[in-house]
């Protein structure tokens, strides 16, 4: 199935909200105020620091050359398209990312197939993953247990490496962070339309492969002989400016392990009862097939390894 790119970039605000639990806490008709789609400032041609985004007709052109099918902008611009007022009150070191209907999936490995469409609303996504610093002020106050494995290079065990990206942690340790700060873990739509926008691009930074500079990865010497600090390569960097999906370390996400299937829906779109969760992105560990922003691996939620870490999303009403 070939998908399309369709988005209709608003204002964030509004709706409902996640509780410290995880659970939804109903604000319908609150007082949550409106952020205006400003993006981090970025190499990739979208808005600039403190520039709000421009609002698209529904039938416009987004990928070059890829008009929108009339069903995708009937569902864009209807009820039943992407809601763009999701994001909420900007939040420090996250992003805004629009609401699209977008093609997810990949042609390289049996478990990104079939490609299919996915509506997704605005969320808010962290620019950087978690690091080390910031997961233990929560452990400091008891809100989340220690991380640490059986394995080697686990930051979390090593202080003076506050800006590394926290590993060595289960997904539910994640998930007790991410609900510290008032957040949750992305589904593996948001994460990977995140890393694709808007032009579905091989890799998080366009379609050039990853060499040495670019990423970190097992991709010749690029100076890190493990992982290395957050933001260390400026040219791994979305569209967005959103930093390392494609390499440092790979991200639990809030989607289980269920297969795709070739029917269009609505993120999330995981609805099997599967045991274990996916992980996305590249790692230190991994190469170029790794850094693709369609490849995805299934893991026990048990797993604390050294090459897997996270980052956190936000979005009013949760999902």
């Not at 009937?74 to 398209?81: C, E, H, K, W």
């Not at 400091?140 to 590394?164: E, F, H, K, M, W």
């Not at 959103?242 to 999330?268: H, I, K, Q």
Request: glycine share 14%; charged share 20%; hydrophobic share 35%.
């Amino acid at each position: 199935m070939t998908g399309c790119w369709l988005f209709v970039v608003g204002s964030c605000g509004g709706g409902t909200s996640v509780g410290p639990d995880g659970a939804l806490i109903d604000a319908a008709g609150g007082d949550a105020s409106a952020a205006d789609g400003t993006t981090a400032s970025q190499d990739g041609g979208g808005p600039l620091d403190g520039a709000p985004a421009e609002a698209a007709p529904a039938d416009a052109l987004v990928a070059e050359g890829q008009p929108a099918t009339e069903a995708g902008g009937a569902r864009d611009a209807g009820p039943d398209g992407p809601d763009q007022s999701r994001c909420g009150t900007p939040i420090e070191g996250m992003v805004c990312i629009p609401g699209a209907i977008f093609p997810i999936g990949g042609t390289v490995n049996a478990n990104e197939m079939p490609i299919h469409d996915v509506t997704i609303n605005a969320f808010q996504l962290d620019l950087h993953e978690v690091t080390v610093a910031e997961f233990a002020a929560c452990v400091a106050v008891g809100a989340c247990a220690i991380a640490g494995g059986p394995t080697t290079l686990c930051d979390s065990d090593d202080p003076t490496r506050g800006n590394y990206p926290v590993n060595c942690l289960s997904w539910d340790i994640a998930r007790m962070y991410c609900s510290w700060k008032q957040k949750r873990l992305p589904t593996q739509e948001e994460w990977e339309y995140a890393a694709r926008r808007p032009d579905g691009r091989e890799y998080p930074w366009g379609n050039d492969p990853p060499d040495a500079t670019r990423a970190n990865l097992s991709v010749g010497q690029d100076g890190f002989p493990d992982l290395a600090p957050v933001g260390s390569f400026p040219g791994d960097r979305t569209y967005d400016g959103v930093l390392d999906m494609g390499g440092n370390v790979a991200e639990w996400t809030f989607s289980t392990g269920c297969p795709y299937t070739a029917d269009a829906c609505r993120n999330p779109c995981s609805t099997c009862a599967s045991a274990d969760w996916v992980v996305r992105g590249g790692a230190w560990t991994g190469g170029a097939l790794d850094a693709r922003a369609a490849a995805r691996r299934i893991a026990h939620p048990a797993d604390r390894v050294n090459n897997v870490g996270f980052r956190c999303a936000f979005s009013t009403g949760f999902l």
